[in-house]
C-alpha cells in the first residue's frame, strides 16, 4: 500500500512536471514579494518620520488630503473619485528591483482601471497611455509636483539612506 502512494505522488509530479514546478516557483516568488513589501512599508514609516510626516496608511484624514491635492480626480486618467472609490498606486513600484516605498509622495490616488492597467509600468509611460496634449502635461506636471512637495526622492538609495538610520 505504502509503496503505491509514493509511486502516486511520484507519478503526479512526473506527468504535469509544468505545473508542479510552476506552482512552486510562484509561492517561493509571493512569499518574497510579501516580504519585500512588509519591508518596504516598514522603510517607508521611517523616511516618513525623517521628512516630518505622519506614516502614511492612509487613514480619512490622508486620504482626504491626496483626493484634494488631485481635486477628486484620477491622477492618470482624470476620473472623478471619491475616498469609497479611491485605489492608490505606487508611482515607483513596490517590488524587489525598483524598491518604491509606502510613503508620502509615492502613493498616489487613481481609478480601480488604472491601478489594474498600470502594475509594474513606469508611471511616465502609463499616463502618455490615458491622455496627450495640454491634459497630459497639466496631469505629469501634478504628479510631478506632488512627489516634489512631499520631498520623496524617486533615486532614493536604500543603502545610502539605511546607513544614516
Ligand atoms: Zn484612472
Redesign the pocket.
Known sequence: MQGGIEQNNITTCQIYPDIYNDHMARSKSDIANSAIRIFLQDVGKFYDEKRGFKPFIPNKSQKEELLNYFNYQ?C??G?NLTAKTLSQDHLVPMNKTLLGLHSWGNVVP??K??NNEKQQKSWEDFIKT?ASGGILKNREKNITNFVHSKKYDPNLNLHDYADNL
Do not use: G, L, R, T
Open positions: 484620477c492618470f486618467c476620473d487613481c481609478c482601471d488604472c490615458k
